[in-house]
């Protein structure tokens, strides 16, 4: 042994804890790495219920676990979805926990446009699934609207040839929405902006448009790609204004044309849906009046040849008067006469009447009725007074006899005279339903001792065979079949059988045969 040992190879290294370790990879790779920007194939999809978003980024041969917090999400740009090839920018980090590396990923981008259009294609079947494409929801477009809402950029030549077609075709009402018309903040805007219009007050302070147009130049997908996106396409399936799209150039095509109500192929064509052209009305308005003229005149001239067509088949006004003023001559001839001798005959009846009218019979007459009334006041004291006695010495022994003692007293014995009678009803019932029930039970006996059944019992038995109950030897041989009824049953019997000797064939009264 040498005077001094070998030392342990490695006793030199020193020595980390778990934790220790797992703190040095991650300064490590966040320091090595830091912001990297890495493509792949996006896997599996969480969303998990904090707000905070996990995904997978694969290629051929490794897997590589990424992280979005809830904060982050909103500024994504591009929600990830399974099966899609994107570029996640983010920083690398590590987890002591379980000593596993990711990135926290804080903006995605779609690859390339192949990837872009398979993923238009996905969200175009899914909301044809759904029937957002189906033609029968789309509503029709306004003839001529008092405001027009348009949801574009301020900046610009889109939003210039909107106000100026519309001004050279027919001035409107134009309400303008600035949403930014491509990159991330593009498809939430204009979301906004579609349902901000629709949420304005019918008759309100601000008025809500009759009309949508949501507009945009032309570009690549990629600048497009605003109009792609899923919520843009619900809002204008949602909208319950008429909207129409014009978004790009006429070959460019969106997610937004197929949900839209009309597709514009540019902005200026959507303006020149929008309204007609004011000329060509006040044309058509000049022309109308002036065939409604035409026709009026005509209309007046017709009825005028055809009134005088009619006058000249009436009579003259001179000829139709005659009959009735000569009536009214001859009626005037009579009306003196008839009246004189009116007056002179009511003049007579007059004289008749006053004649009896002298003062002195009216002043005897009313001595004579001043006399009578004077009696009937006499007498009318007194019989008043002894009709009021007679009344109140009836009303005193009707009270005396409706007293509350007497009352009780009646209701009392009335009382006692119906226990008397519900007590001897109760014992004429109970008599009665005893004495049928004794007669009904001698019935039923009877009926047993009727009964054919009670001949079987005594070992007779009943033979029935084709159309009915046997009674004869030759019979029972015709027959098919026999069927014998005993006490305890029936027996069949099958075609063929001997029928048996010794016994003899009785009839029981009003049941059939027995033996």
Not at 57 to 80: A, F, I, Y
Not at 94 to 108: E, M, T, V
Not at 110 to 132: C, F, N
Not at 170 to 197: D, L, S, T
Request: hydrophobic share 40%.
């Amino acid at each position: 042994m040498d005077l001094l040992d070998d030392p342990i190879p490695g006793c030199n290294t020193p020595e980390f804890s778990v934790s220790e370790i797992a703190g040095k990879v991650k300064r490590l790779i966040e320091g090595e790495l830091g912001w990297v920007r890495i493509k792949g194939e996006v896997g599996r999809v969480v969303l998990a219920r904090s707000g905070h978003l996990y995904f997978d980024l694969k290629d051929d041969r490794n897997v590589l676990s990424c992280m979005t917090w809830k904060g982050q999400v909103p500024e994504l740009g591009t929600m990830p979805e399974e099966g899609m090839e994107v570029v996640a920018e983010g920083r690398m980090t590590a987890s002591g926990f379980q000593s596993k590396f990711s990135l926290n990923a804080q903006r995605i981008a779609i690859a390339g446009e192949g990837a872009l259009m398979a993923l238009l294609e996905k969200r175009k079947k899914a909301l044809a699934a759904e029937g957002l494409f189906d033609p029968a929801r789309k509503k029709p477009l306004p003839y001529l609207p008092d405001v027009i809402g348009v949801v574009t950029s301020l900046q610009g030549a889109v939003i210039r040839d909107i106000l100026h077609r519309l001004r050279d075709r027919f001035p409107r009402k134009v309400m303008i929405w600035p949403v930014a018309v491509q990159g991330a903040a593009c498809a939430p805007e204009v979301a906004r902006a579609i349902a901000g219009f629709n949420a304005l007050t019918p008759g309100g302070a601000m008025p809500r448009p009759d009309l949508l147009i949501v507009a945009r130049g032309g570009g690549s997908v990629e600048d497009l790609w605003g109009f792609n996106e899923e919520a843009v396409a619900r809002a204008a399936a949602a909208s319950d204004i008429p909207l129409i799209s014009a978004v790009g150039h006429e070959t460019d095509t969106t997610l937004i044309d197929f949900v839209s109500d009309q597709r514009a192929p540019t902005p200026t064509a959507a303006a020149e849906m929008a309204v007609p052209v004011r000329h060509e009305l006040l044309a058509w308005v000049e022309q109308a009046g002036a065939r409604m003229t035409s026709s009026l005149s005509t209309g007046l001239q017709r009825r005028d040849q055809r009134l005088r067509d009619l006058a000249r088949a009436l009579p003259r006004a001179d000829a139709l008067m005659d009959g009735p003023r000569q009536r009214l001559d001859r009626a005037g001839d009579r009306l003196d006469p008839a009246l004189m001798t009116g007056v002179q005959r009511r003049r007579v009846r007059l004289s008749d009447v006053s004649g009896s009218l002298r003062p002195a019979i009216l002043t005897r007459q009313l001595r004579n009725d001043r006399q009578r009334l004077a009696d009937l006041s006499a007498r009318l004291g007194p019989a008043l007074a002894r009709a009021t006695a007679t009344t109140r010495d009836r009303l005193d022994a009707r009270v005396a006899r409706f007293s509350p003692r007497l009352l009780a007293q009646d209701v009392a014995r009335e009382r006692t005279r119906l226990d008397s009678v519900v007590s001897r009803l109760q014992g004429a019932g109970h008599h009665q339903i005893a004495s049928l029930s004794e007669r009904l039970t001698s019935m039923d006996r009877l009926r047993e001792t009727l009964s054919y059944k009670a001949t079987l019992a005594r070992g007779y038995a009943v033979v029935r065979g084709g159309a009915g109950i046997v009674t004869t030897k030759a019979a029972a041989e015709a027959a098919g079949g026999l069927e014998i009824e005993f006490t305890d049953g029936r027996l069949k019997l099958g075609a063929g059988t001997p029928p048996v000797r010794g016994t003899k064939a009785k009839k029981p009264p009003e049941q059939g045969s027995l033996f």
